[in-house]
């Protein structure tokens, strides 16, 4: 079936530090790939998401894009801040499969002034 | 515009006893998803209603749970009797069509002793 790999964390960085979060996916057909994000003591919020090949998705400085040659949907940040500390999940959605989403493990990120 | 609720927001119970769960989903979206993060591990779907109808419940662990959504508004979840291992966070997500964004809840840990 459908699975998500995702980068185990947890990972800490330096503020103003460039910031890579691995993902690569399974799936038939045409999954949308999305990363989600979760700050301290809130819920899931979408961070952004693409829905076909080489689409980029971009959001807060955020950006991943869709490679369908590797199966990847990394998310990088050139630049992270303090208030980047939450944990990064990584998921896709395959409305011809199983119409629901499939997740990675979550990554979580901590960032020190 | 309310968002999803979830309540509790904690609940720590003994084993055995029971535990209800309530999530109240955007007003107009006929998508309700229940997922489940248990500790190290991904999130992982349980079910998804369509309205007041169950449209899939593969994910649903053992018949201790029981997911409900009379008249297609909130949704319950009930985990009867509670074990060691349902511990975790339950998310609650409603979207309003089958390709467009989940809105997920704040989650409800919790937690069996």
């Known amino acids: 079936g459908d699975s998500v790999t995702q980068m185990e964390g947890p990972v800490t960085l330096s503020e103003e530090a460039f910031l890579t979060i691995n993902c690569t996916y399974t799936a038939t057909g045409y999954p949308s790939l999305f990363w989600y994000v979760q700050y301290p003591g809130e819920g899931l919020q979408l961070l952004l998401k693409?829905?076909?090949a080489d689409d980029k998705g971009s959001n807060k400085g955020f950006e991943a894009t869709y490679r369908k040659e590797t199966t990847s949907f990394h998310l990088e940040k050139g630049s992270v801040q303090v208030s980047d500390s939450a944990v990064y999940f990584c998921?896709?959605?395959?409305?011809?499969?199983?119409?629901?989403?499939?997740w990675g493990l979550g990554t979580s990120l901590g960032v020190n002034p | 515009e309310a968002g999803v609720t979830q309540f509790p927001s904690h609940s720590v119970i003994e084993k055995g006893q029971t535990v209800t769960l309530r999530c109240d989903p955007i007003s107009g979206h006929d998508n309700l998803y229940w997922y489940r993060r248990v500790m190290g591990k991904e999130i992982k779907f349980l079910l998804h209603?369509?309205?007041?109808?169950?449209?899939?419940e593969s994910g649903m662990p053992n018949n201790r749970f029981l997911a409900e959504r009379t008249g297609g508004t909130y949704s319950t979840l009930k985990v009867q009797p509670a074990e060691l291992e349902d511990s975790g966070v339950y998310f609650c997500a409603s979207s309003g069509g089958m390709n467009t964004e989940a809105f997920f809840g704040q989650g409800t840990r919790l937690t069996v002793v």
């Open positions: 693409a829905t076909k």
């Open positions: 998921a896709l959605y395959n409305a011809g499969n199983n119409r629901k989403l499939i």
């Open positions: 209603f369509v309205k007041e109808s169950k449209q899939d």
